[in-house]
């Protein structure tokens, strides 16, 4: 099973930028989806972004301040968010499906946008 690791929560503030990173402990990462989701306080857990192994990538906020990217030379997997909202406050999670459908979670990272 792939080992993910999640960094780079924090507190921001509203209308700020946070970068979330994800390393992945695997030999073969460019062949995995990865994906980024996160659980707000009494809500389910909710598919923020995507990224494929052929780099095709998606995010849920059509506003465009989420964007989703990977570097398989470092076997990781970022989140950049701008222009945060206090509604953009959850644990981020980090998700990995490889080539034959294997599932793996994070750990998990909380991000607060509070002033």
């Known amino acids: 099973q792939v080992q993910l690791v999640e960094s780079g929560g924090g507190l921001v503030h509203p209308g700020g930028s946070l970068r979330l990173s994800c390393v992945a402990s695997t030999t073969i990462f460019s062949s995995y989806t990865m994906s980024w989701y996160r659980q707000a306080p009494g809500k389910e857990r909710m598919l923020v972004a995507r990224?494929?192994?052929?780099?095709?990538t998606w995010t849920f906020d059509e506003e465009g301040r989420f964007d989703v990217s990977r570097d398989n030379n470092k076997n990781t997997v970022y989140l950049n968010m701008v222009k945060v909202k206090p509604e953009d406050t959850a644990v981020y999670y980090c998700n990995s499906r490889g080539p034959r459908g294997e599932n793996s979670w994070g750990q998990g990272t909380q991000v607060t946008v509070s002033s």
């Open positions: 990224i494929t192994n052929i780099n095709n």
